[in-house]
C-alpha cells in the first residue's frame, strides 16, 4: 500500500468518526477531527516534508482519536 493510499484511507476512517450518529461529539472534537483531515490532505499534497512535519500532524490526529476514545469509554 502506497502512501497516498494510507492517508486516504486515514481519511477515510476520520471521515467516519465524524458521520457516526453514535458518537456525541463535542464540538471541540469535531474541529479536531476537520483540522486532521485538513491536515493529512495538506501532507498528501506536500513534496517535502521533514520528519518533525510529519510526526506532528500524526501526533495531533492521535491524540485527539485518543480523547474521543477515552471519552467514549466513560473515563
Do not use: W
Amino acid at each position: 500500500m502506497n502512501t497516498t493510499k494510507q492517508i486516504d484511507s486515514c481519511i477515510d476512517l476520520l471521515r467516519k468518526m465524524l458521520g457516526d450518529p453514535n458518537n456525541e461529539l463535542s464540538s471541540e472534537q469535531q474541529s479536531k477531527l476537520k483540522k486532521g483531515i485538513r491536515d493529512l490532505k495538506r501532507l498528501q499534497r506536500a513534496t517535502k516534508l521533514t520528519h518533525k512535519q510529519v510526526f506532528k500532524v500524526v501526533s495531533q490526529i492521535a491524540e485527539a482519536a485518543f480523547e474521543i476514545l477515552k471519552s467514549g469509554s466513560g473515563e
